[in-house]
């Protein structure tokens, strides 16, 4: 039964894997073990995922970068009215 179970899951995987390929990226990052503890640590007691992780940090990372880039903090906050030498470049 459990080899039955393994074939259909395999048979579904390579049936689906452009789709998802498609939907989702994965990065094949590392991180040194001990902090990596220390995060997943921090996650589980504070009840977070790591895909709430990554877009905490993107966010923090794009407030921060929007602090000394005013194209982008205007873009950001939906202001799009700009002096012309204000106007990005395209």
Do not use: C
Not at 78 to 83: A, Q
């Amino acid at each position: 039964m459990a080899t039955d179970r393994s074939i259909k899951d395999k048979r579904y995987e390579e049936k689906h894997k452009e789709e998802r390929k498609a939907k989702y990226m994965i990065w094949g990052t590392s991180v040194p073990r001990k902090y990596a503890e220390e995060i997943n640590e921090f996650l589980a007691k504070y009840g977070f995922t790591k895909v709430q992780l990554i877009e905490a940090g993107f966010k923090a990372l794009m407030d921060e970068a929007t602090e000394t880039n005013t194209s982008l903090a205007k873009t950001m906050d939906g202001y799009d009215d700009f002096f012309i030498s204000e106007k990005p470049k395209a």
